[in-house]
């Protein structure tokens, strides 16, 4: 999972107009798919009403950029 996860986040960095919603909070470590769907579908507003819309509001958390 650490590498899809991996992949996800490289997409994320290389891809325009792109935005990732984290729901490993809101599921099953090792399901993909989580349960909560509203919770799911809120933070993916969030992201594209700051990141379309340009409203300025909390959508993201810390991305991991380097080590050292």
């Known amino acids: 999972m650490a590498a899809l996860r991996e ?39 969030l992201l594209a009403l700051t990141n379309t819309y340009g409203r300025t509001l909390e959508c993201s958390g810390p991305l991991y950029e380097r080590m050292g």
């Open 7 to 45: 992949a996800q986040l490289l997409t994320l960095k290389s891809a325009k107009n792109t935005g990732m919603a984290i729901a490993i909070d809101i599921g099953e470590a090792n399901n993909i798919h989580p349960t909560n769907k509203q919770e799911v579908g809120r933070r993916l507003a």
